[in-house]
């Protein structure tokens, strides 16, 4: 139910419905986002999943593409892997940064707004 209400007002979370948000991490969405986006005939269309981890912080993660281990749809701007903290703040022009991981398939934010922004800019490159 969380992932169906999700990815139903996704628009909501960013005009281009390519970004959705989850309240809380710990909901296991990945098999069930890939059914509601068959089930709309929207497959392939969420890029990223924002959702808060136990520490308060915000996660933006790249959705995998189905079937295909860990490939992602659209991963993580290259130019942002592997960099933390204030630097990557500094490349992204975005406050509180975290991480990116090397893969490209997460990053981290201090902020829900951060987090967005980091999804936001990762659409555009």
Known sequence: AVVSTQST???????SGEIIKFKQGGCPWKEHLYQLE???DCQGQVKYVLYSDSQGSWRVQAVG????GFKSRKPLPEVWRGVRDEKL???TGIPECIFVHATGF???????????EMARQALQM
């Open 38 to 40: 068959a089930a709309a």
């Open 106 to 116: 997460i990053g981290g934010n201090k902020t829900e707004e951060g987090a967005l």
């Open 89 to 91: 703040s500094d490349l």
């Open 65 to 68: 593409v189905q079937g295909e």
């Open 9 to 15: 007002g996704r628009h909501e979370v960013h005009s």
